[in-house]
């Protein structure tokens, strides 16, 4: 089982990217799903998580209402929608699958990780 993220790239502050992540060889439809990142130096942080009807979610404080997260369990893709970004938003980000909280992070699968930068 394979988590694929893309769609990280450069923009200027005040720009948007949207990350996606598309599961490979397995199904995460029944499960919880996450993006986080992690930024040179700094500790990786959860950014956003979905549950697996997407029903519920929740967002980092710096985050919230310029980040929305969402999926399409027919496609097994999770999103993030990433709007007036910042230059502190700059960081790899993660996508991951699977709530185990006897893992470092409490995710059991990870994405490969793609970066986006933010400049002024």
């Known amino acids: 089982v394979q988590l694929q993220a893309s769609g990280g790239g450069s923009v200027q502050a005040g720009g948007s990217l949207r990350l996606s992540c598309a599961a490979c060889?397995?199904?995460?439809?029944?499960?919880?799903m996450g993006w986080f990142r992690q930024a040179p130096g700094k500790e990786r942080e959860l950014v956003a998580d979905i549950s697996w009807d997407g029903s519920t979610t929740s967002y980092a404080d710096s985050v919230k209402a310029r980040f929305t997260i969402f999926r399409d369990n027919a496609k097994n893709t999770v999103s993030l929608q990433m709007n007036t970004l910042r230059r502190e938003d700059t960081a790899v980000y993660y996508c991951?699958?699977?709530?185990?909280?006897?893992?470092?992070?409490?995710?059991?699968?990870w994405g490969q990780g793609t970066q986006v930068t933010v400049s002024s």
């Open positions: 991951a699958g699977v709530k185990d909280p006897g893992r470092r992070y409490g995710y059991r699968y």
């Open positions: 060889g397995g199904t995460f439809s029944h499960s919880t």
